[in-house]
């Protein structure tokens, strides 16, 4: 598979997302994982608009 895939989460639920993350790594083991401190699920782009914008620019 040619897409790339960046999988962002917030550093406080990894223990949430830890299905989610083993399947990702195992059917896609190219993604690459973010953990982001400071903010609880969906928060970048409520919390942090610019860092957002910034990281889908780079994508």
Do not use: C, N, Q
Not at 4 to 11: E, F, N, Q, R, T
Not at 16 to 30: G, H, L
Not at 50 to 58: I, V
Request: hydrophobic letters at 40%; proline letters at 3%; zero cysteines.
């Amino acid at each position: 598979m040619d897409t790339k895939i960046s999988y962002w989460y917030a550093a406080g639920e990894e223990k949430e997302r830890k299905e989610d993350i083993s399947y990702m790594k195992d059917v896609f083991p190219a993604t690459e994982f973010t953990a982001l401190s400071g903010l609880g699920h969906a928060g970048l782009a409520l919390l942090r608009p610019e860092e957002f914008a910034e990281r889908m620019k780079k994508l």
